[in-house]
Nanobody
Framework: QVQLVESGGGLVQPGGSLRLSCAAS????????MSWFRQAPGKERELVAY????????QYADSVKGRFTISRDNAKNTMDLQMNALKPEDSAVYYC?????????WGQGTQVTVSS
């Protein structure tokens, strides 16, 4: 069955870094565009970063440009989000999503907390 499993979340101090990973299985990963979303308590889920199926195109929310980098490895069926210079407002549950004309899949999320 389709699975997206996020990992790498945790507690980090402001200015620190974390690297999130999303491991995919049960579908043709290289045919799907991938995204990272996040949702903070009381707020709507928002798009953080996007990467095309082949990895040639990326997009970022204005709030994370220059600090976050999305990448993928189609040979390993994984996607990463390198997060640097983290701020308290980056605290949220981070979700990975796979999208194609065939459908859309979500992971269960991983918590990121930025606090001193």
């Amino acid at each position: 069955q389709v699975q997206l499993v996020e990992s790498g979340g945790g507690l980090v101090q402001p200015g620190g870094s974390l690297r999130l990973s999303c491991a995919a299985s049960g579908f043709t990963f290289s045919s799907y565009a991938m995204s990272w979303f996040r949702q903070a308590p009381g707020k709507e889920r928002e798009l953080v970063a996007y990467i095309s199926s082949a990895g040639g195109s990326t997009q970022y929310a204005d709030s994370v440009k220059g600090r976050f980098t999305i990448s993928r490895d189609n040979a390993k069926n994984t996607m990463d989000l390198q997060m640097n210079a983290l701020k308290p407002e980056d605290s949220a549950v981070y979700y990975c999503r796979a999208t194609s004309y065939r459908g859309r899949y979500w992971g269960q999320g991983t918590q990121v907390t930025v606090s001193s």
